[in-house]
């Protein structure tokens, strides 16, 4: 019973920790261009600690992306991907 335990542990963690690689980068992009991005092109993404990196502790993937906003202005972009269940926040990035 103890090894069925810690087993189940080992997969909970690793779901919990490695969630992120779940999420296809290029699978991002849509959810941004709904939102009236365009011309976007992915720059970098990283699947663990994206809460240091502008996104929310519950998100599971943070896609750095540059494009041009709404008002057709370039723009560096965040997107920050939950899974299974969330959808894609986009947040701007200043320098």
């Not at 941004?32 to 011309?39: I, W």
């Not at 991907?81 to 947040?91: L, Q, Y």
């Amino acid at each position: 019973m103890k090894e069925i335990a810690t087993l189940l542990y080992c997969v909970f963690l690793i779901l919990v920790c490695f969630r992120g690689s779940c999420v296809n980068a290029k699978d991002v992009i849509p959810g941004v261009e709904k939102q009236g991005y365009s011309e976007l092109r992915i720059t970098d993404s990283h699947y663990m600690f994206v809460g240091f990196r502008g996104c929310d502790t519950g998100d599971a993937a943070c896609v750095e992306m540059t494009g041009k906003n709404p008002a057709g202005v370039p723009t560096d972009i965040v997107a920050c991907v939950g899974w299974p269940f969330k959808g894609v926040t986009v947040r701007t990035l200043y320098k």
